[in-house]
């Protein structure tokens, strides 16, 4: 590698510094973002850098620099942002004639040898490209990186180290160079190959293609436009969007008579959009632009929304299917657990206060997102990550994890996400749906991760501002939830609650317009006292109804987990069983201070319980109130302790159950405990 001239060292007459920072302050002003190494190389060869735009390994910026002794001079630029300038150092004086004629004779010998170079170079890699796509197998469609974009292989190779090979071509079948397309996304170009004015072509399927050509920057962007369009239009990834405008040059040559559509990305520096309209107008074509800032067509699709309306300014009015062609479109039920859980489907899990349906749907959760269990309770499984909006209590979700994962033997954690709270889904603009679908994306773009196959919306109350009883309201989060689906070809879940009306004890509460828009509906249940919840699917669409009993235990964090006066932290997970519980299983005894908090909680039933589901329930305030009057502690600090510690001793033990901040009696006498509550005086609504 050439360095710098001893001579330049510090240049006493050179007004603007030496040759390397003269050429760094060129730069920096030209090219945004630009990134040069920490030693200028000045021989002669291509030289490459990072600029603003570019991803992982990218590098569009590039300099060719060469030192006669006398005038370091040469030209630099990038393709993203196509610039291309030419530089010479600034010597501190007027050159002489001698002086100019002899570093032109020497620029002009270094371009030539430059020129020579990248030919070979070029040629080289144009046949070792041609090489390897001939060598390397086609690509199947569950390559990571393809899964992660919701998109096809069309034209694809798949390297042995699992790279997407994309061949580059200058003709029809002329391949130049490749790119080369990693499971995280990260991109790279075959050194030396030709690029400019280069593209790849995903040819048009249909019998009768359409006249225009669609021209998009990347892979990802270009399938999404050939599928949306179901390949009735010729669709050309130009590689970047400094090389739009040579690509469409290039491609009018070849295509007389064909419309071109430049589908830009809509970048918030403006390059895309403004190197889109520069090729548009050298061709004479139109540009399309997704409508959301930082979104290419690809993101555009997979947030929802319809891509194929975007690029030709229809929609379809009313789709219809001739019988023919139902072998070819209609889906097969695919199932994420057999029987209850329906890839693609909108479901809804539902069961009364205290009946264990969160226990169970994260348990689900975590059975899915982890490749080490093999089956739900029995029931074949297909994995992936899911997405649990906890509501309520998401705190408690997390240890739920924890415990699910220690009582398994788990070491690694699932691919699971939990939301911290809750937010408004049915919003009218559907702007928050929109925001949540984001912010998935990016989680999995940054984990490198495949989009979620399950999106659990626990609880719908939760999730909603409006009126579950209102079909209008209710249709607002319905449609959320297909946002979800369509976003991320996932099945999502909500969990309600059943009404609180006696007949309404086996169907969830609210419009009868939730019912009519699920794919499936479970009601889980667990009769008070008991220890068995029941799972009993009751719509299924075009499947099996499948009914199953698990039992809850009490299960003990490790060693590490204590709370503040060293007792081991609890939570409770699911077992398999037969359906039936031991008559004479052991119960804890419970001490004196506990005996006194149960009955707290008696006498604030009596005076302020309401009656919740069918069952009697105390508000944690009102049962304090009581509390803390019966407490013999001699301070309010002592008082708030007791009082924590005496409910949550309760509920491990399995006196009393909580929900949405009431308590319910729970264990083998609860049922006549209520009946007798009931019956007397309470605050019941």
Known sequence: MALLPINWD???????????????????????????????AMDGKMHRFKVEGDKSTEKSGWYCLYSDGLFPAGAFGSWRHDISKKWRADIGHMPTPEELEFAR?????????????????KKAAAEKARELY?????????????????????????????????????????????????????????????????????????????????????????????EALKGEANVFVCLNAGNLSSAAVRLS??????????????????????????????????????????????????????????????????????????????????????????????????????????????????????????????????????????????????????????????????????SDGALDLDDETGTNADKLICKIRQMCDED????????????????????ENKAQDSKLLIDAAAKFKNAF??????????????????????????RGAMDMETRISCATGSDLISIAVTKAKNSLQGEKT???????????????????????????????????????????????GLQTWRDAAKQAGKEIDGHLGVHVEDWRKIFYVSSTEDSMSSKRQAFHRIRKNLVERGELTVNDDFYFRAGFTAELEETELMDGETGQE
């Not at 899911?386 to 788990?410: H, N, P, T």
Request: charged share 25%; aromatic share 8%.
């Open 105 to 121: 004779q020497k620029a002009e010998a270094a371009r030539e040898a430059q020129r020579a170079e990248e030919k070979r170079r």
């Open 489 to 514: 070809g996932c099945a999502v879940t909500f969990v309600h609650h059943t009404g609180l009306n006696p007949d309404a004890k086996n169907r969830a509460r609210g419009s009868s317009a939730w």
């Open 550 to 596: 698990l039992k809850k235990r009490v299960f003990e964090l490790g060693s590490d987990w204590r709370d503040q006066y060293g007792r081991p932290v609890t939570t409770l997970v699911l077992e398999d069983c037969d359906g039936t519980e031991a008559e004479d299983s052991p119960r804890n005894t419970l001490s004196k201070a506990e005996h006194r």
């Open 253 to 418: 040559e070849i295509m007389h008579g064909a419309e071109f559509v430049i589908v830009a990305d809509n970048d918030k520096s403006g390059i895309g959009q403004a190197k889109a309209r520069e090729a548009a107008e050298a061709v004479g074509g139109t540009v399309i632009i997704p409508p959301t800032e930082g979104q290419d067509a690809n993101d555009f699709a997979q947030s929802g929304g319809d891509l194929r309306a975007l690029l030709t300014g229809e929609r379809e009015w009313f789709p219809m299917t001739r019988a023919r062609d139902f072998f070819n479109r209609v889906a097969v039920p695919h199932w994420i657990i057999d029987r209850y859980l329906l890839a693609g489907g909108i479901q809804m899990d539902f069961g009364a206060s205290g009946s264990g349906k969160s226990f169970v749907e994260i348990d689900k959760a975590c059975c899915i997102a982890c490749p080490a269990i093999q089956d739900w309770h029995g029931e074949r499984i297909d994995h992936g990550r899911v997405v649990y909006l906890a509501g309520e209590d998401s705190e408690g979700v997390k240890l739920r994890v924890i415990g699910w994962m220690q009582y398994k033997g788990i070491t690694a954690p699932p691919d699971l996400i939990v």
């Open 10 to 40: 510090v240049p006493r007459d050179a007004p603007h510094g030496t040759p390397d920072a003269q050429f760094r302050d060129a730069v920096a002003e030209a090219i945004p973002g630009a990134q040069i190494a920490a030693m200028v």
């Open 134 to 226: 001939e060598t390397l197998p086609d690509a199947t469609n569950d390559h990571p990186y393809l899964v992660r974009k919701g998109v096809k292989s069309h034209g694809l190779k798949v390297t042995p180290d699992g790279a997407l090979m994309m061949p580059i071509m200058q003709d029809a079948d002329a391949i130049t160079s490749s790119q080369m397309i990693f499971p995280d996304g990260s991109k790279r170009f075959q050194p030396g190959g030709a690029l400019k004015g280069c593209f790849f072509p995903i040819p048009a399927t249909a019998q009768n293609p359409s006249r225009k050509v669609y021209l998009v920057e990347g892979y990802a962007t270009g399938a999404s436009v050939f």
């Open 448 to 467: 490198r991760s495949a989009p979620p196959v399950w999106v659990v919306i626990d609880t719908l109350s939760r999730f909603m501002s409006g009126d």
